[in-house]
Structure formats: C-alpha cells, structure tokens
C-alpha cells in the first residue's frame, strides 16, 4: 500500500450505480454537485457491520469525502443528506423509472470528473418527484429523459423544424433528424405522430405539468415510445432498463 | 503470462465471482503445489456437482433428485412459503431453525438496471404454487438492499389480489447488506418479528 499523502476532497451526490468488487467491497458511480461524476471505492460496505450502512446504494443523496486515486477514488466518509431508495422502492413504478433516470445520467455523463450542475439538478428533482408519488413516475421519468437530453446537447425539436428551423407545428417526426421535420426536410420513414403527442412532449419539456397531467394513455404511450428512441439513438448501446419500466 | 495449462487455470479460475487476477494466480499455484490426492478431490466434488445437482422443480433450490429434501420433508407444513433470492439464503435461513414451512427460489432480484425483470426470475412459478389454494401464508425474504425491497415490493403488489397473509423479515436486519452475512440470532429475530405488508 502507498503511503504517499492522497488528496482529500469533499462534496455531495446522487448515487447512480454500485458494481461488486470482490468480496465486500463496492464501486459506486456518483453524481456530484461540484466534481461530476466520480467513480470510488467504498471498502466493506457489503458487510452487516460496515461504517457506510446502506448510505452507498442507488439514490442516496450523500454527503462524501473522497481520497483521490490512481484509477478509482476512495470513499473515506458517508453522511446521509436524503436516501429518496426509502421512498422510491416502495412503489415499483417509481423504481423501475428511478432506475431509467440513474443510468441515463450514468451513460449520458460520459467524462468523469467534468462538472455538469444541470444535470445533477435535473436528477435530484426527477428523484424528488418519484419519492413523493404525486406525480405519474411514467411522465416524470419522460420528462427527465427529454431535459436530460437538452442538457446533453440534442434537446430534440418540438415545433420547429429539426434540419432547417423552420417554425411550425409541423406534422413529420424523424428520430435521425432529431424531432419534427418540415415538408422539404423530411427524410423518408418519418413518423407521423398525434399532435397532440408532440403537445405533450413539449408540456414535459418546459415543465408544465398541468397540461401533461391531463393527457391521455393514448398520447403519454406514443410520447414515451418516441422519447425512448430518440434517446437509443444517441446512445451506442440501448439503455438495459428502459425496456423493464413499469408503464401500467 | 505462464505456459498453457497454468494460464488456463489462472484464466479460469479468475472468472470465478470475488477472484481478482492476484487471488486466481494464487490459488493456482496453491494447486500446483498441493497432494494430487487433494486435487483430486477437489476435481471430483466439481464433476459430482456438474453431474448430479440440480434445481428442485418445486421450490428451484439446489436438489439431487427430482425435489429438494425440505419439499420431500413431510413434517414441513404447506401453508407457508418463504421467497428467497438464491440457493444460499435458504441455508442461512435453514440455521435459524425457525421457519417450518417450504420455500421459493427466485434465483435473484428485480435489477433494471443489469436487465433483470421479473420474466427473469420464477415468479411465475411462484404464482402457480400460490393459486394451488393451500398456501395461506407468504414470507417475503428478499436481502434487505434496494433491489431485495423492490423486488418485494412487486411481489407484494402481485399476490394482493389472491388474499394471503403476506409479510416481510422485520427489520433489526442490517439495511445495504447481504441477507447470507446476517447471523443467526438477527435472523431468527427478524423472522419472530416479521411484519404485515397489507397491498
Ligand atoms: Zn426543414
Ligand atoms: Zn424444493
């Protein structure tokens, strides 16, 4: 073991993932307000005894002090500031789209150690939101895939067209154009959603909740569909929970 | 890197769940080093296994024959059923000597995010066992973490609708943990002092 003095840092975040490491150990990704996203190493959190409890799983909102580390950092202190897992594993629907939000923001995240407040923001609210369990966790969780996606630079077009610009509504919608395409742009197998639909998304995007609460099956099951796949479509590899997401 | 068959072992052995590189080279030349009489055990236990256990097609814990030996058990009451996630919480659970009814494996958790759904586990097979109209009562003993609660939690959601007494181990078991590290005692109390889900 090195006994070079390793730099000590502090900050708070969202537990997105935590993966086994040998026989008791764990690495947890978390989300950070100031540092981003950090990977480290919490030793002997899989034993009944361990220091950390069950403050290191998916959810949590902790306060950590971290020693940098040659590939992985070290988790040297946990406080609990929210475990909103409390809440949100209680009510499968809000867990399996609780879960769709933790790996968005783990594979929308690619660097680690690049600061991205917004996104932080935007997952402590979507986390929020499905422990209350006021809201459907469906339209949360669309609602967070769509911002999540701005914040990641493909905030998709709702309106407008995707390729020129051209105001709309406009009646095309091209995942590969990212979002509604006007008559001159659009590129052969466009979809033709519900405008209504599109009324939806662009409700969720902006955030208001009235007009998206007081949408129907119909629209929210399209909207999800077409959220679904413009996000596939930046990702290189489909997101694993998003096809188990609860949507009854 | 070593010749052929050192390698192979080491890469073999490092597959295995908790083996880091360092532990696989270790415990190879542990091997290398040993009584070929004690390898040789240890190459038998393995082919025995291979050849001769199974999964239980009642409950799904490891079996030599057809049922396991508590299904085949005739002084295991019928009404209640346990719902474990592996194989191993069944003898942690076993230790206790407080639990005189049957159990379910379910071979895991409800995990989204490792694409692990409810399609993946024997739930189905639990609901069969359920409707069977002797069961009055279901211990839901799912490790106390995140996926384990959320696994119960939809198991819950699932069997309300049959009317059984449905019930959780209590808590006083260590929260983030693995339910195979409890000991005894915790886990015999949990049980005692299990409580009510009302779905
Ligand atoms: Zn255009
Ligand atoms: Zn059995």
Redesign the pocket.
């Known amino acids: 073991m090195s006994t070079t003095p390793q730099a000590l840092y502090r900050d708070e975040g969202i537990v997105l993932r935590t993966q086994k490491l040998g026989e008791a150990d764990r690495i947890v990704t978390v989300l950070t307000r100031r540092t981003g996203k950090v990977r480290a190493v919490a030793k002997g959190v899989r034993r009944t005894k361990s220091k950390f409890g069950a403050r290191l799983e998916p959810f949590s909102h902790v306060d950590l002090q971290l020693y940098t580390g040659r590939n992985l950092d070290i988790v040297s202190q946990a406080e609990s500031i929210r475990s909103y897992g409390t809440e949100i594993v209680g009510d499968y629907r809000a867990y399996t789209a609780g879960t769709a939000v933790l790996e968005t923001a783990d594979r929308l995240t690619v660097e680690e150690k690049e600061p991205s407040l917004r996104m932080f923001l935007l997952v402590v609210g979507a986390l929020r939101t499905l422990a209350e369990g006021v809201k459907p966790a469906p339209l949360v969780l669309d609602a967070f895939l769509l911002r999540a996606m701005s914040v990641a630079g493909w905030e998709p077009a709702l309106g407008d067209?995707a390729?020129?610009g051209?105001a709309g509504p406009h009646r095309h919608f091209s995942v590969p154009a990212g979002g509604t395409?006007?008559p001159?742009?659009r590129p052969t197998g466009s979809a033709m959603p519900s405008p209504v639909t599109i009324e939806l998304l662009e409700a969720l995007l902006s955030g208001d909740w009235g007009r998206a609460e007081a949408s129907l099956g119909t629209n929210r099951r399209e909207g999800s569909g077409l959220v679904a796949a413009l996000l596939q479509w930046h990702l290189e590899r489909g997101l694993r929970s998003l096809p188990l997401v609860d949507r009854t | 890197m070593y010749e052929g068959a050192v390698q192979d072992l080491i890469d073999e052995l490092g597959r295995l769940p908790g083996v880091g590189p360092k532990s696989a080279q270790r415990i190879a030349f542990h091997l290398l080093a040993a009584e070929s009489t004690d390898v040789g055990r240890l190459v038998a236990a393995l082919q025995r296994v291979q050849a001769e256990v199974r999964f239980c097609v009642t409950c799904h814990n490891v079996a030599e024959t057809e049922q396991c030996r508590i299904c085949r058990d005739p002084r295991r009451t019928l009404d209640v059923i346990c719902v474990v996630e592996e194989p191993k919480d069944v003898v942690a659970i076993e230790r206790t000597r407080e639990f005189k009814g049957r159990y379910h494996v379910l071979g895991g958790a409800i995990s989204p995010i490792e694409g692990i759904g409810p399609d993946d586990l024997k739930v189905k097979e639990l609901m069969t066992r359920l409707m069977d109209g002797q069961v009055t009562e279901l211990i839901i003993a799912t490790d106390p973490n995140l996926e384990g609660e959320a696994t119960a939690a939809y198991l819950a959601r699932l069997v309300g609708p049959l009317g059984l007494a449905v019930s959780r181990l209590a808590s006083g078991l260590p929260v983030g943990g693995d339910l195979e590290y409890a000991d005894e005692v915790t886990l015999g109390r949990a049980f005692e002092g299990r409580r009510r889900i009302d779905a």
């Open positions: 067209c390729r020129c051209e395409v006007c001159s742009c």
